[in-house]
């Protein structure tokens, strides 16, 4: 099984940036879909960008314009840039992916990583 793992996470002053990377360590592995999500204690997770089997991208209206969801398929290394943070956007954010067409069809992934904490003050 697929573990993916995320880095780049921190703390950082409105108005910053950061740069979200997500592996998989030991793991080569093709991919439908890739996403990353967010989650707040207490709030239910969502869905923040999203690059879909035709490789086009989507982004939550919260991240458009700010954020930039890339992947970088010879090294297996999915990216999130972060520009312009607010404080809303402080969560722990997860990446995602998909190996099923008709899963990623519907939004359904099948590997995850554990999370990275994001901080903005």
């Known amino acids: 099984q697929v573990q993916l793992v995320e880095s780049g996470g921190g703390s950082v002053q409105a108005g910053g940036s950061l740069r979200l990377s997500c592996a998989a360590p030991?793991?080569?592995?093709?991919?439908?879909?890739t996403a990353w999500f967010r989650q707040v204690p207490g709030k239910e997770r969502e869905g923040v960008a999203y690059?879909?089997?035709?490789?086009?991208?989507d982004y939550a209206d919260s991240a458009k314009g700010r954020f930039t969801i890339s992947q970088d398929n010879a090294n297996n290394t999915l990216y999130l840039q972060m520009n312009s943070l607010k404080p809303e956007d402080t969560a722990v954010y997860y990446c995602a992916a998909g190996f099923d067409l008709h899963r990623c069809e519907a939004h359904e992934y099948d590997a995850w990583g554990q999370g990275t904490q994001v901080t903005v003050s």
């Open positions: 690059i879909h089997s035709d490789f086009s991208a």
């Open positions: 030991g793991h080569t592995y093709s991919s439908y879909c």
